[in-house]
């Protein structure tokens, strides 16, 4: 099938298409409709079946949705996560489910295996790489940790990318390593390349918030500087428990570039650049989306078959590859290292406790420090020494005037003054990666 140019004004209805594919078939017309997370979004659109082109290969006869609507959801989405998720799926327990693209292309014999690998690589660049059927042992470093995928709370079925996440811990070049859970913290946590940011805990969110110097602003949410250039302090993922495979996020994967209403970059009434803080809070019975900002900083490898995942620490812009094909009979444990599966973990939407959260694990605001200062001091329950206490950073100088910046946001030409924000600079992330670990493929209609 050939898209045509949807940025025009073209009439949103499904005849527009069938004038740039002859080999294009209506399923059910008005048959989709999925709504996500973010409040407010949602597709509807008519089920079709076209031949779908991808990485040199033809897929024939593919399902997928045509969007007539699409509300907070700028771009077509690839869904290729497990059919239970699919939306069919989600509106009834007697949905029936269809061959996503990873199943017909396995039905249709191009690759051997339901299983594909992800690689972002970095905040800036432009590409990334997503192998079906495979993975490249040139994208990361060290062997793969290989996680089992856990299972949904009320059903007792997969349903989603869910692996044990079960520690965080921050590592600032001065102060060293301190540990912001404790050993019985255990989370069901979603690798989730259809969400742009990264979802914790309310409780570590407003802790790594304040020691990021975030400012909400109404318009934009979570703010923060984005000079990171100077800080190499990294958030620290452990999965699995004692053993498990860990991933360290550079603090500035956090800081992702934003614009105005404009489209304009946003920046502080000083001219420094402002970004969106790429953490976002969960509370309570929420679900944790490990989105891009995260992702970006590790090699995943989704084994469907075997119901696992294989993770890494990437290796940013490599320039080489070295593919290894899973075949039929084959597990991803053969470029592992370790299977970790010592934490059992269920996704739930449903009220619960959130354990484990060191309450005593604060980091204290970067209020006083100049954006080119060190970070400010953090306090843990456990630093990498073992010992409990406090790591401080040095005071930032103070500038010629004898006080720091007070920068704003300015939205447009028409400056709006936001709260004091004095922080160094912290995280942002890039724009969407336009797989989502769901069920099918839809295109937007613009």
């Known amino acids: 099938m050939k898209y045509a140019d949807t940025t025009t004004d073209a009439p949103k209805t499904l005849q527009w298409f069938f004038l740039f594919s002859s080999t294009l078939v209506e399923v059910v017309k008005g048959g989709f409709s999925i709504q996500y997370d973010t409040p407010g979004s949602g597709v509807i659109g008519d089920y079709v079946q076209d031949n779908f082109g991808i990485g040199g290969m033809t897929i024939k006869n593919l399902t997928m949705a045509i969007a007539t609507a699409a509300d907070y959801?700028?771009?077509?989405?690839?869904?290729?996560g497990f059919d239970t998720d699919e939306s069919v799926a989600r509106a009834s327990d007697e949905g029936t489910v269809y061959p996503n693209l990873v199943d017909e292309l396995v039905n249709q014999k191009l690759i051997t295996t339901h299983a594909y690998s992800l690689w972002l690589d970095d905040l800036n660049s432009d590409s990334g790489t997503v192998l079906f059927g495979g993975y490249d042992t040139d994208r990361y470093s060290g062997d793969l940790g290989v996680l089992q995928i856990q299972?949904?709370?009320?059903?007792?079925?997969?349903?989603?990318m869910t692996v044990a996440?079960?520690?965080?811990?921050?590592?600032?070049?001065?102060?060293?390593?301190?540990?912001?859970?404790?050993?019985?913290?255990?989370?069901?946590?979603?690798?989730?390349?259809?969400?742009?940011?990264?979802?914790?805990?309310?409780?570590?969110?407003?802790?790594?918030?304040?020691?990021?110097?975030?400012?909400?602003?109404?318009?934009?949410?979570?703010?923060?500087?984005?000079?990171?250039?100077?800080?190499?302090?990294?958030?620290?993922?452990?999965?699995?428990?004692?053993?498990?495979p860990s991933i360290s996020v550079p603090f500035y994967e956090f800081a992702v570039p934003t614009v105005d209403e404009?489209?304009?970059?946003?920046t502080f009434e000083d001219g420094s650049a402002a970004c969106t803080f790429g953490l976002f809070p969960v509370d309570t019975g929420g679900d944790i989306l490990f989105g891009d900002t995260f992702l970006r900083s590790a090699y995943v490898v989704y084994d469907l078959d075997n119901l696992q995942i294989?993770?890494?620490p990437t290796k940013f812009n490599s320039t080489t590859s070295n593919i290894q094909v899973?075949?039929?009979?084959?597990?991803?444990?053969?470029?592992?290292s370790s299977i970790a599966s010592g934490v059992t973990v269920k996704q739930t939407n449903t009220a619960k406790v959130t354990p484990g959260i060191a309450k005593t694990g604060t980091v204290t605001s970067l209020a006083t420090k100049a954006p080119a200062a060190t970070f400010g001091a953090i306090s843990g329950i456990k630093t990498d020494?073992?010992?409990?206490?406090?790591?401080?950073?040095?005071?930032?100088?103070?500038?010629?005037t004898g006080s720091a910046a007070t920068p704003?946001?300015?939205?447009?030409?028409?400056?709006?003054?936001?709260?004091?924000?004095?922080?160094?600079?912290?995280?942002m992330m890039g724009g969407s990666f336009l797989l989502m670990l769901l069920g099918g493929v839809f295109v937007v209609l613009a």
């Open 73 to 80: 959801v700028p771009t077509g989405i690839m869904g290729i």
């Open 151 to 160: 299972p949904d709370a009320q059903s007792g079925n997969i349903t989603s």
């Open 165 to 244: 996440w079960t520690s965080l811990s921050l590592t600032d070049p001065t102060s060293g390593t301190t540990t912001l859970t404790d050993d019985s913290f255990a989370e069901p946590a979603v690798l989730d390349s259809g969400t742009s940011l990264c979802g914790v805990p309310t409780d570590l969110y407003n802790q790594l918030a304040n020691f990021s110097g975030v400012i909400n602003d109404p318009t934009y949410g979570a703010i923060v500087a984005c000079n990171l250039s100077s800080y190499t302090g990294t958030l620290n993922f452990g999965f699995g428990g004692s053993g498990g």
């Open 262 to 266: 404009n489209n304009n970059p946003l």
């Open 310 to 312: 294989g993770i890494a």
């Open 326 to 336: 899973i075949g039929a009979s084959d597990t991803i444990v053969g470029g592992a």
């Open 385 to 400: 020494a073992g010992a409990t206490g406090t790591a401080t950073a040095a005071k930032a100088p103070a500038t010629a």
């Open 408 to 427: 704003s946001v300015t939205k447009s030409a028409a400056s709006t003054t936001i709260p004091t924000f004095d922080a160094t600079t912290m995280i």
